[in-house]
């Protein structure tokens, strides 16, 4: 295929019923970072448009880009790099083996394993694990480390090839991977045919619902091509023989759930959550194409409202840095029109650093630079961390920096504001 095609069809129910309901600012890849002695190169940027599904509700990324493009090379995120997010996986292993007895020794399969963290509690707990993951200097970082990690597209062929090596899988997990995939259908298909028959599949996904309520608009990049609502989905695994027994709202990546499926008539009875989150989204609107077209002017009113407190602080000669590169901030930074108004970014994943923002060309440098470069204020990209990180570097604030949050309101936290507002709530967390 070319590098980026206009999807046709809905990925869940292959409906052609699709309404484009949200238009942002075209970027590269939000994992593209670039060397200084690539700056001067062109960066192809790709169309960031949703649509929705008025067959099934699903919403969409309209355009696919090659994953190979997105994936295999030059691929910066590795889940080690936020501890935030490694304690919910160790706590993730805990709470579904005991809440499903996973008997000690049985296989368990991670789709998107990346550096294979979520992979090492159960491996340390007992468990015969395997990791698939495309992203080539990932997996060897994970290989190295001791997890079993293929370089693998994970689909229906590739269930076929390795499941007799390895054996059936007693517990499929996939923590924020199947929103990237384009072809989601072959996906489950390599699940129904790689699960044991008494096994589950827990799939972990962004939250439509938080997303909107957040005008969290900067998760729509060119790896997030589904924007999961869990009114599309039983329909969808009952496509392939699979029943969903249960889904949980979660906090990681700013708000997702965890949705458990197993085989049709399988050994586990539904707990009642599904259906309790189907009414709340019916209720709320996550069924009508006109609640996106809202939601997507009201991207416009936050974005005004960021840009007049930036804009501000830059006429008065302030210094404004970014906190975190993460892959939603190329989405932001140049659908608000923010690239001129950051000096620096900083971020704590070595392989994003020294390097220069997609598309932006904004300096990367480690957390280091927020106490030697002092900047007057942290614009918090990685937002769905900010409680942790104005904990972690209270100093800054101690130091007279202030923080800026951009989403759902925009807003400047001081010093006295964090200790009023913040500072329990990351005692707690």
Known sequence: MSDCYKKQECRLC????????VKLTPTPPGNHFVTAAQLDEEQKSYPLELDFCHDCKHVQLAHAVDPKILYQKNYTYVSAISPVFVEHLQEYCHSIRQRYELPKGSFVLDIGSNDGTALSFF?????????????????????QRGIETLCEFFNLAMAKQYAPQYGRAQLINSHNACAHIDDLVSVIEGVKYWLAKDGLFVMEVGYLLDIYQNAWFDTIYHEHVDFHSVMPLPGFFKRFGLEVIAVERISPQGGSIRVIVQHDNGPHQPDGSLEELLAFEHQIGLDKAETF???AAHIQ????????????????????AGFGAPTKATTLLAHFELVDALDFLVDENPLKQNLFSPGTHIPVYSADAIYERKPDYLLILAWNFAPNIM???NAYLEQGGQFVLPMPIPKIVTKDIYEQTYSSHCATS
Not at 14 to 21: A, F, M, P, Y
Not at 123 to 143: C, F, Q, R, S
């Open 391 to 393: 904990q972690r570097f």
């Open 14 to 21: 292959t409906s052609t019923q699709l309404e484009t309901v």
């Open 301 to 320: 009113q936050v974005k005004q409202q960021l840009r007049e407190i930036i804009l501000a602080l830059k006429t008065q000669g302030k210094s404004i």
């Open 293 to 295: 077209k809202q939601f």
């Open 123 to 143: 491996k340390e707990a007992g468990y015969k694990t395997l990791g698939i993951d495309p992203a080539t200097e990932v997996v060897e970082g994970a290989n």
